[in-house]
């Protein structure tokens, strides 16, 4: 049982970056893997990146993979998405969500939890 707040989305030119965060509040944070989704207009939720409850094992979708940087603070119940070299293609709003397992996960299905999300728009 866990509640999730992202927060650091907002407007960025093409090339630059920003970095999520996904607040958390629930006494077993630190049993869940985590993931990150996002949703263009038009176009269905897309996988972004996913994070054991370790931290240790990480997963990227091709289309970040070398851009972004997910990672997560169990201590301050927090999880994190580094994007760097933004593009405007990465316009969507970003979701984190949290899995009822301790694994990471790249199927929406495997997640319970979600966040209201937040808009990231890039500018070229």
């Known amino acids: 049982q866990v509640q999730l707040v992202e927060s650091g989305g907002g407007l960025v030119q093409a090339g630059g970056s920003l970095r999520l965060s996904c607040a958390a509040s629930g006494r077993t944070f630190s049993d869940y893997g985590m993931g990150w989704f996002r949703q263009a207009p038009g176009k269905e939720l897309e996988f972004v990146a996913t994070i054991s409850w370790s931290g240790r094992l990480t997963y990227y979708a091709d289309s970040v993979k070398g851009r972004f940087t997910i990672s997560r603070d169990n201590a301050k119940n927090t999880a994190y998405l580094q994007m760097n070299s933004l593009e405007p293609e990465d316009t969507a709003v970003y979701y984190c969500?949290?899995?009822?397992?301790?694994?990471?996960?790249?199927?929406?299905?495997?997640?319970?939890?979600w966040g209201q999300g937040t808009q990231v728009t890039v500018s070229s």
């Open positions: 969500a949290a899995a009822s397992g301790s694994n990471y996960y790249t199927r929406p299905q495997m997640y319970g939890y």
